[in-house]
C-alpha cells in the first residue's frame, strides 16, 4: 500500500488515468464479445495493435471493406489470454508486443521481434521489421498459419508529428521522474493536445498499413487484418462526465472494443500442419524496460 501511494505521488498523471478508470468501470455501458472475433477462417493473421474501426475505415488500403467486430478485450494482455486458451501448434506467432512472452508453448514458435529489433530511439519495433520478421518466418515454415503482430498505430507513434511530440516528454517541467512520459500523462497534464495526438496515431496507422499492404502482396492463402483492440481520445464511456484515454484494461468501451475485421481475397488455402513447440518459455530479457516505453507500467 505504501508503495502504491509513493509510486501516485511520483507519478500523478498516470494515477489520476487509473483513478479514473477504476471509477468508470462499474458504469460502463458495453460489453465485451463473448467469443474472440478471430475466429474466422484465415491462414495468415495481422493484428495491428490497438487500432480503431473508425480510424482504419478512414485509412483502408484494401479493395474490400473492414467489417466493424466487437473485441473481447480493451488490452494486448486480456485479448491474448481471453483468445488463445488451447494450443495452436500448427501456428507460428511474430510478435512486436512484449505481450506475447509467456505464450511459447501455445504455438509451434513465437519470434520475439521486439527482442532481436528493438528501436532504442523511437522506443518501440519499426513496422518494416514486424515485416521482415514475417518474411522470414513464411520461407522458415511454409506448412504453418501465421501470425503477424504489428506494434502501430499503438503508440509510441513514430510519424512526423510523434516524434515533434515526443520532446514534451523530455521537457516536462517537474512532472516526471523517469525519462519519458507516455502520451496519456501528457494529455492529461495539458501538455498537448487531442488533435495532435490524433494526428500522430493516425500517422502510425498510416505508416503501418504501407507495410502490410506490402506483404499481403506476397502472402499466400487466406489473410485477415484485424486488431486486438481500440484506443481511447478522451470520450466519455459512461454517464459519468469523466474522459479516458489510451486503452484501460477490462474496459469494454464503444472505441475500446470497436476493432475492424478485413477478410481478403485468395485463390486456395495453405495446407498447415501441426507440430510440436520449438520452446516452453522465453528467453527474452528486458520485457519490463520495454512495456514501459508501449506505455504500460505505469
Known amino acids: 500500500m505504501i508503495g502504491q501511494i509513493g509510486k501516485a505521488i511520483r507519478f500523478p498523471e498516470a494515477a489520476k488515468r487509473k483513478l479514473a478508470a477504476t471509477l468508470i468501470r462499474p458504469f460502463t455501458h458495453g460489453s465485451f464479445a463473448e467469443e474472440p472475433h478471430i475466429d474466422v477462417e484465415w491462414d495468415t493473421l495481422i493484428i495491428l495493435d490497438a487500432c480503431r474501426y473508425d480510424t482504419f475505415e478512414k485509412y483502408n488500403p484494401f479493395d474490400v471493406p473492414a467489417t466493424c467486430v466487437k473485441s473481447n478485450a480493451s488490452h494486448t494482455a486480456e485479448f491474448l489470454e481471453r483468445t488463445f486458451t488451447e494450443n495452436h501448434h500448427d501456428t507460428v506467432y511474430v510478435t512486436a508486443s512484449p505481450q506475447v512472452v509467456g ?78 512520459l507516455s502520451i496519456w500523462e501528457l494529455l492529461s497534464a495539458g501538455k498537448v493536445s487531442v488533435e495532435e495526438v490524433r494526428t500522430a496515431y493516425e500517422e502510425n496507422l498510416e505508416l503501418v498499413l504501407e507495410e502490410v499492404t506490402e506483404l499481403t502482396d506476397e502472402l499466400n492463402g487466406k489473410t485477415v487484418v484485424t486488431s486486438d483492440h481500440g484506443n481511447l481520445f478522451g470520450e466519455r464511456v459512461s454517464s459519468l462526465p469523466i474522459r479516458l484515454y489510451g ?52
Do not use: C
Open 247 to 298: 486503452h484501460p484494461p477490462n474496459l469494454p468501451g464503444e472505441n475500446l472494443i470497436q476493432v475492424p475485421l478485413v477478410e481478403l481475397p485468395f485463390e486456395s488455402r495453405r495446407e498447415t500442419t501441426v507440430s510440436p513447440p520449438h520452446k516452453t518459455d522465453s528467453e527474452a530479457e528486458d520485457v519490463e524496460s520495454r512495456l514501459e516505453d508501449l506505455g504500460y507500467l505505469q
Open 103 to 180: 505464450y511459447e508453448s501455445r504455438f509451434h514458435d513465437v519470434i520475439h521481434v521486439w527482442d532481436s529489433n528493438w528501436d532504442d530511439e523511437l522506443r518501440t519495433v519499426r513496422p518494416d521489421s514486424v515485416t521482415d520478421a514475417a518474411r522470414a518466418a513464411m520461407n522458415e515454415y511454409p506448412d504453418k498459419k501465421l501470425i503477424i503482430h504489428y506494434m502501430q498505430p499503438h503508440y509510441p507513434f513514430i510519424g512526423p508529428t510523434g516524434r515533434e511530440l515526443a520532446t514534451h516528454a523530455t521537457f516536462t517541467g517537474g512532472l516526471q521522474e523517469r525519462e519519458h
